[in-house]
């Protein structure tokens, strides 16, 4: 027959005294408080392991801390977990652990991380002004805190002296990427959600600063300038390069004869030289094979298609053609970056696809799947595009080729 256990009261406990040995005062269900000799009041609860069908004990906390009604509602909890299957001290050790794991998971250990896994997949240079500028806005003052502690307040204090010294673009930039960490935190099982997405809207925005470009009816101009002898085959060759193919000021200057497929009649731009690390081919006219043609004369022992003044071993200056532009009158009225912006107008004018356009111009679509498809999809509706491009431009310049 089992034995009749009297649930405690406060009263009971508070009379309960010390003596030479530890003894132990029994509420039921397996709820017990150890009286030690020292005088500390312990709570155990006492239970059969699921699995393993041996009795434990399971520290619950000490008395007057941890009073009857509470020691009575943890002895609940962990029943809660016996009827689960799971055993309780298995379930402390494993959330100690986990609140260990969030403590070490601090802003700058989990931005490491990160790093590791990003790097790889953006420019040197890009990813050294990632890092720099986490290092030097956000470490020193929220480098320690965990991860799963921060919050939007707390952020956005400590980047307020970059909006105080009108750093914004500096400041708009450190919230994208703050915000894009923070989803990969969310991602990987570090936190639950992102509390950080908003913090941007508390800031003053930076001014929309378009790239400087020329009227289309302004193109003559442009091109007969840029034909005149005292400017550096080299440099006419490569200005005349970016406008017909639409790239960047530097994919331009860093085009390499081996990217060059004669056969199929493309550029294929690797993907580390791209501004969204990914490849990008560049369907050729026969105004650029031309050109390419005349290039090897002069340039084909090098490595570069468009050598450095200084060194036929280097390639050319990224602000070679910005320079050369300013030099001759087109200060204020032209930078290099603004001829894609020129190709962009006239081809959106004229009626071209905007998708196809966006695409010629290795512009980043968010969905990745449908900007994989149309760079594949699209490549011989570009080839068609670029062909038109190059012969408006071959007429705008009123010559066969814009090189001779």
Request: charged share 25%.
């Amino acid at each position: 027959m089992a034995r009749h256990i009297q649930p405690l009261s406060d009263t009971l406990i508070r009379k309960s005294k010390p003596k030479e040995v530890s003894y132990t005062l029994y509420d039921g269900d397996g709820l017990q408080l150890r009286i030690l000799p020292s005088g500390t009041r312990t709570w155990y609860f006492n239970y059969v392991h699921p699995l393993r069908k041996k009795r434990q004990n399971l520290k619950l906390g000490t008395y007057p801390a941890v009073g009857l009604a509470d020691a009575r509602q943890l002895r609940l909890e962990q029943e809660q977990l016996l009827a689960q299957g799971i055993d309780p001290i298995e379930f402390q050790k494993e959330q100690r652990q986990q609140q260990q794991e969030l403590r070490e998971q601090t802003l700058e250990t989990v931005a490491r991380d990160w790093f590791r896994v990003k790097l790889p997949a953006i420019s040197e240079k890009y990813g050294f002004n990632l890092q720099r500028m986490f290092e030097q806005h956000l470490f020193p003052s929220l480098g320690d805190t965990p991860v799963h502690k921060l919050t939007a307040p707390m952020v956005i204090a400590a980047l307020r002296p970059l909006e105080a010294l009108k750093k914004l673009e500096t400041l708009s930039r450190l919230c994208q990427r703050l915000n894009e960490l923070m989803v990969w935190c969310v991602n990987v099982g570090i936190i639950e959600h992102n509390r950080l997405a908003g913090i941007k809207a508390a800031f003053l925005s930076p001014r929309t600063l378009h790239m400087r470009t020329i009227d289309v009816s302004e193109l003559p101009e442009l091109l007969t300038t840029m034909r005149q002898d005292h400017i550096h085959l080299f440099i006419r060759g490569l200005f005349e390069w970016q406008l017909h193919t639409m790239v960047r000021p530097g994919e331009a200057a860093t085009a390499c004869w081996s990217e060059i497929n004669w056969q199929q009649k493309i550029w294929q731009i690797p993907a580390h030289k791209m501004k969204m690390a990914r490849t990008h081919a560049v369907p050729l006219s026969r105004q650029m094979l031309t050109l390419l043609q005349k290039m090897q004369a002069v340039s084909g022992s090098s490595r570069y298609i468009f050598p450095s003044l200084a060194s036929i071993h280097e390639h050319a200056n990224k602000e070679a053609v910005n320079n050369t532009l300013k030099r001759n009158g087109f200060r204020g009225r032209l930078v290099a970056h603004g001829l894609r912006a020129l190709a962009s107008t006239v081809l959106n004018d004229r009626g071209f696809d905007h998708d196809v356009i966006e695409t010629a111009l290795a512009h980043s679509d968010p969905n990745q799947v449908r900007s994989a498809y149309n760079r594949a999809h699209y490549l011989e509706r570009r080839r068609d595009l670029m062909q038109w491009w190059s012969d408006f431009l071959t007429q705008q310049a009123g010559v066969r080729h814009c090189i001779e």
